[in-house]
């Protein structure tokens, strides 16, 4: 019944509002007259009782403003709005008038109503707004016109008649009959013309046939005439010809010869009966065979191959003349080389072919800027044997069209555009191979744009312990920092390969703060606004040592090549200094023993551009003992000799395949050593020569996974002149090779030592032999890879397999174990060695596959290894971390793991199976660490952090921030602290700023000086020093830094440690014009008294015034010396152009004592400036727990009272303060007044505002 009645309602309301009748219609109407009161915009030539639409909203006020136009509200309600609205109303969703709001607006019955922003007072917005319209009370009306149809004549120069309509149009849907009609014509009629008549061509059509296809001929082309009248015609011709065939036709040949007779193209002599006599070989004179020989003006017709012994016979060459002969093989360079001849008629030809190599570049393009509108050169030059001949230039991996832009081996850009920055690169390419640049960014500043950000960035500054901040306790302090990017400057000139001058971001202004400690301040320079300046470039130096990799032995003089050209030699203890240039972008580096003892080894060597210097500590192999073998006989020298393991595989020379320079075949006793880098051995890791790296034939560089690499030196017994081997085979076991897919794509490469890139040799295919093992009770069949190979030249062979499955490990290192973000270190070369496990034993690494390097920079350190989605335990690798030869300390991993200090979490932790080199050996070392390589599982939310990330992830890898998973190492001196005025980062050398206060007045030279302090006592002790302007005019008196340093103990003698604590040297400022004697105060924290003084050093201060007083026994005070004493004052002095450097070298002559010597172990005897002693204070009460044993009420009492004591005094206000290191003598000696109720009070009241 109730849904009846709903029914009869609804069908009430439709029908008294579809005739508008009855109620309803009475309210809507006097609703519409109380609205059009109020607010409407009305057309005054109306009048009557009209109808209104309903409301529209059809747009928001976001944008411009609000736009509620009529031609969009009649798109999305055609049928709800009449043609021509006699008014419009307008209120806002809130229901007030549009007139009420206070806002600007507009109207237009044409266009609607529309509100825009940016013309309202006062910043506001328009409001958001709904309109309506008032439609005439008329069931009738006209539509607008029509457009003017057509001319209807077509004729040229003819008149006509247009016409255009327009319709009546009924609004209710009632009889045509009942509705009246509209008033006025419903269509209109006007006179049209056409323009004169005129005739003109079409176009013109396709040539024709030439009339002779050579000796000159015609061809002709036509074209109509197109005309509306018989008397208009076209001007001009309707055909034109045109000349064709004009190469001259073939002629008889007037080749004239004086032997033989002209071939058939008429290019040469040919003599049927006469043979040329050729022979090909080698650089080492082997005989090439299977060669390609052809005429150098037919290349491609091969006409001759030579035999085994790299003979050819050629028919058909005269003798008269000299005929150009091209000979190709398969990893050799072709040549073109020309015929000789002899009176006698006898035409021969020798040729020696050299290996082909593939194309490597040496001229990179480098990194520009330029502004809008410029114009830059990128350049690009490699070289290879044949040269390569073709250049390709690519914009952000895009090939770039050679018609457009004209390149070859240099790429010119003109008239830059922004849409034009991005990464560009070239590639080369040769019949041996192609190789790709390394890729240059440009950046095109836009116009109008600031060529650097004026606003630092920010850059916290460590403070001293001692240094805590009121109100915020923080430790850090924000100094500003200017972003080293290159920048767009004022270039001389702009089309250079490298720009003559380099323009980056640098400090502009800075200004002088005061930092406040509590209980004493800091000065600090902060970095106000930066600009564009011109780059302070670093001396780029590359430094070190050359060990042999069994026992250290250093090669001693041993000889160093950069490329062919000798580029230093190698010190008694083996060390070496390397300036590198500055645009350099790959390094190879060949250290070669003249006693040849040692494997001449190139290896490629990572450079910070930064930091300046890197120190590598280079591993040798020292050779094999040669054995005796004949010539005249197969041989097979075994590759590998691990006790207990059977070779990885064998040479096998077969009998007569040795030979001399001249080619002559050797027969005799052959000197064989064949040195084999074993992979089963991790300690040959470091010595892996080159960086294990091939080209591919797109020019990409790959890694390697080797297998074992091994040197040969064959030598006549006589003489010791170098043999070379033909025909050698090469054998791997493949029982060695414990992932199977690697089997079919085992090759043999060999070792470009002037390029550092391996070059492949051969494939291997399958053989079968018996043979016996080592331990083994019979001799059993086993499975081989044979290759096969020809000892050309002395080169380092690899038996390596080109690997994918590729990552990438996220490592980081830090100044300490807190693991700041904002304490990360730069400059450190993390090294990464990829392990392969034995089966069964996933933590017992069976052999190491690859070795790879990378230098941290400001967002730590990417390394490329091999790891597996399948088996997380297929790769494992063995991470180590070296500043300036200092190994840095791994994060722990016992007795627990704890992914807050390992830095990944859990469960990827575990799967990964963390483990520090000390985990189940505390007596270890702590500098390594060692993971499973478990490629991440993009589907695993917790692998998709780091700390492995895919290969193709290396961006991510690159910008992960600083809360992803990563690896972390540690610099073991925890307790040592520097503090600059002036702020400098010693792994940057970009930072330096000129300042009267810069710590290192000249960036192109560091001097470091220390000072050693002994200290007896039982426990070693904090040392700090003060360093201030002594005597020049601009820094007397001010604070240039401070330095804290823990002493070390020496082990050797009881109770006694001491310190080398850097201090500020004397000499020129950066303004080289006159000289500062800093005042350094020495003083160590606790009970200590100074005792003695070093006498010369003493003498020294006195004979060198200014005196400083040295009234306190607590610490020392002196006027730093100008001149670079030894260790006979306690003084260390070193001068390098790296400032890590210098210090380094300072502090190992410290702990030495000794002007020349380096040590990492204290030795407190020696070399000592000033002596402290520092006895323990003495406990004359007993502690808590003890006077909780033996009283316990009273001592309960007793803390009572002191608590409400302590919370008397902080009422009011008569806290007291405890500091380490005071900036004041009456802060000292008040901290040493302190009562000892005092010193029980104060832990309290720091526990309580905790």
């Known amino acids: ?3 009846l009645i709903k029914v009869v309602l609804l069908l009430s309301v439709l029908v008294s509002t579809a005739l508008g009748q009855g109620p309803v219609r009475t309210r809507s109407q006097s609703d519409r007259s109380r609205r059009v009161a109020l607010n409407t915009f009305t057309d005054t030539q109306t009048t009557g009782v009209t109808e209104w639409t309903s409301w ?3 747009d928001h006020p976001g944008g411009n403003g609000d736009y509620e136009r009529l031609e969009a509200i009649r798109f999305y309600y055609r049928e709800r709005v009449c043609a021509r609205p006699v008014a419009m109303e307008a209120r806002t969703t809130d229901w007030v008038a549009a007139a009420d709001t206070g806002e600007v607006f507009h109207s237009s019955l044409e266009k609607g109503f529309w509100c825009i922003n940016r013309e309202q007072p ?11 319209f008032q439609c005439p009370p008329v069931q009738s009306y006209w539509t607008d016109w029509s457009e003017w149809g057509h001319c209807s004549t077509t004729v040229c120069n003819d008149v006509g008649i247009q016409v255009r309509s327009r319709k009546c149009v009924n609004t209710q849907p009632m009889p045509l009959l009942l509705v009246p009609a509209c008033l006025g014509h419903h269509s209109e009629r006007r006179e049209c013309s056409n323009p004169p008549c005129a005739a003109k061509w079409g176009p013109w059509g396709r040539w024709g046939t030439c009339s002779a296809t050579c000796g000159g001929g015609r061809r002709i082309r036509r074209r109509n005439c197109e005309r509306p009248s018989e008397s208009v015609h076209c001007t001009g011709r309707p055909a034109e010809i045109q000349k064709c065939g004009k190469s001259p036709c073939p002629a008889k040949c007037q080749l004239v010869c004086t032997e033989g007779r002209p071939s058939e193209d008429c290019s040469r002599c040919t003599c049927d009966d006469h043979v040329l006599h050729g022979e090909v070989r080698s650089v080492t004179g082997v005989p090439v065979a299977e060669a390609w020989v052809a005429l150098d003006s037919q290349p491609k017709v091969i006409r001759a191959l030579t035999d085994a012994k790299g003979q050819f016979r050629l028919t058909g060459i005269c003798s008269s003349s000299s005929t150009l002969i091209s000979i190709r093989k398969e990893k050799f360079a072709p040549i073109s080389i020309p015929t000789s001849s002899n009176s006698t008629g006898l035409s021969w030809v020798r040729a020696v072919l050299k290996s082909a190599e593939k194309p490597y570049i040496v001229k990179h393009p480098e990194d520009k800027v330029r502004y809008e509108g410029g114009r830059v050169m990128f350049c690009c030059k490699a070289t290879g044997s044949p040269t390569p001949d073709k250049y390709y230039w690519y914009h952000n991996g895009t090939l770039m069209d050679r018609k457009v832009f004209k390149y070859e081996e240099d790429l010119v850009l003109w008239n830059l555009k922004p849409e034009q920055s991005g990464y560009y690169f070239c590639k080369t390419s040769s019949s041996a191979g192609s190789i790709k640049s390394s890729p240059a960014l440009l950046t095109v500043i836009a116009k109008g744009k600031p060529a650097c950000n004026s606003t630092p960035e920010t850059h916290l500054i460590r403070l001293p312990m001692d240094c805590v901040q009121p109100g915020t306790d923080s430790m850090h302090y924000n100094a500003g920092r200017c972003p080293y990017n290159k920048c767009a400057g004022s270039l001389d000139f702009d089309m250079r390969c490298r720009d003559d001058t380099g323009f980056c971001c640098g400090v502009q202004n800075t200004e002088s703060r005061i930092i406040d400690c509590g209980s004493y301040s800091l000065p600090i320079r902060a970095v106000t606004h930066c600009s564009c300046q011109k780059c302070l470039q670093p001396t780029v130096l590359v430094r070190g040592r050359v060990v042999t990799a069994d026992n250290d032995e250093p090669l001693r003089f041993g000889h160093i090549y950069i490329g062919k050209e000798r580029a230093g030699t190698t010190g008694y203890q083996g060390g070496f200094t390397l300036q590198i240039p500055p645009d350099t972008q790959r390094l190879v580096v060949n250290f070669v023993d003249p006693t040849e003892k040692f494997l001449d080894t190139p290896k490629v060597f990572i450079l910070d551009k930064k930091g300046g210097s890197i120190y590598h500590n280079v591993k040798v192999m020292r050779k ?15 590759l590998g000799e691990i006790e207990g393991e059977d070779p990885i595989g064998q040479l096998v020379i077969p009998p007569n395949s040795f030979h001399k320079d001249n080619g002559e075949i050797y027969e005799g006793t052959v000197k064989a050593s064949v040195t084999f880098i074993d992979p089963r051995n991790i300690t040959t890791a470091a010595a892996a020569p080159g960086d294990l790296n091939f080209v591919d034939g797109e020019g990409d560089m790959l890694p390697l996974r080797t297998y074992g690499m091994f040197s040969v030196d064959f030598r006549d017994e006589t003489n010791k002149e170098v043999l070379g081997a033909g025909a050698v085979q090469v054998l791997l076991d493949t029982q060695h090779v414990k992932m199977p897919e690697h089997i079919p794509k085992m090759k043999l490469w060999s070792l470009n030592p002037d390029t550092g890139v391996w070059e492949e040799e051969s494939d291997f295919s399958y053989t079968r032999t ?6 083994r009770s019979k001799r059993e069949e086993r499975t081989f890879l044979i290759g096969n190979m020809e000892i050309r030249e002395r080169r380092l062979f690899n038996l390596d397999v080109p690997e994918n499955r590729r990552c990438y490990v996220k490592v980081r290192a830090y100044m300490s174990d807190k693991f700041l973000s904002s304490e990360q270190l730069e400059g450190v070369v993390i090294s990464l060695i990829n392990l392969e496990p034995k089966p069964g034993y996933s933590s017992n690494p069976r052999a190491w596959g690859r070795f790879d390097s990378v230098i941290t920079g400001s967002n730590g350190a990417c390394l490329p290894a091999f790891c597996d989605a399948q088996r997380p335990d297929a790769y494992t690798a063995y991470v180590t971390a070296m500043m300036g030869g200092e190994e840095l300390e791994a994060a722990p991993s016992s007795p627990k793991m704890n992914p807050n200090i390992i830095g990944v979490s859990q469960p990827y932790l575990d799967k990964i199976d963390y483990q520090r080199s000390d985990h189940d050996d505390p007596a270890l070392k702590k500098t390594a660490f060692k993971i499973n390589l478990a490629k991440p599982n993009q589907n695993n939310f917790d692998e998709t952090n780091g700390p492995i990330y ?24 925890k307790d040592k602290y520097e503090y600059n005025v002036v702020p400098f980062e010693e792994n940057d050398l970009t930072t330096w700023m000129g300042d009267y206060l810069s710590w290192w007045p000249n960036p192109q030279e560091f001097r470091a000086c220390f000072i050693k302090v002994k200290i007896i006592g039982q426990k070693e002790v904090m040392v700090r020093s003060r360093n201030l302007g002594g005597t020049h005019r601009e820094t007397k008196g001010k604070l240039y830094g401070i330095r804290d340093i823990r002493s070390t103990r020496d082990m050797r003698e009881a109770n006694t440690s001491a310190a080398c604590l850097e201090f500020k040297c004397s000499g020129m400022l950066f303004d080289q014009a006159e000289v500062d004697r800093s005042i350094i105060s020495v003083l160590p924290q606790g009970n200590c008294r100074r005792t003695s003084t070093n006498s010369l050093l003493q003498e020294y201060l006195i004979k060198h015034p200014p005196v400083a007083q040295n009234n306190e026994s607590h610490g020392f005070t002196m006027l730093a010396p100008v001149d670079p004493l030894g260790h006979n004052y306690g003084i260390y002095t070193v001068t390098d152009q790296n400032p890590r450097v210098a210090k380094e070298i300072a502090i190992g002559r410290c702990f030495e004592g000794t002007s020349d010597g380096f040590s990492r172990e204290m030795k407190t005897d020696s070399g000592v400036a000033l002596t402290f002693s520092c006895p323990e204070r003495k406990i004359n009460r007993e ?18 009272r002191s608590m409400r004591e302590s919370d008397g005094m902080e009422v009011q206000g008569l806290s007291t303060r405890v500091v380490a290191y005071p900036s004041e003598q009456q802060g000292r000696t008040q901290s040493r007044r302190v009562t000892s109720t005092t010193r029980r009070r104060v832990p309290m009241r720091t526990q309580q505002r905790q």
């Open 1 to 3: 019944m109730l849904e």
């Open 56 to 58: 529209f909203n059809i």
């Open 122 to 132: 006062q910043g506001r917005i328009c409001s958001n707004y709904h309109v309506r």
């Open 624 to 638: 094999k003992t040669p054995i005796d073998i004949n010539a005249g006989e197969t041989n097979s020298i075994d």
């Open 770 to 775: 018996t043979a016996g093992g080592h331990g």
């Open 950 to 973: 895919p290969y193709q992830n290396l961006l991510s890898c690159e910008n992960a921030p600083t809360d992803a998973n990563h690896f972390r190492f540690f610099r073991v001196e």
């Open 1183 to 1200: 502690s808590l727990f003890q006077r909780l044993q033996t009283n316990p009420a009273q001592t309960l009492s007793q803390m009572a």
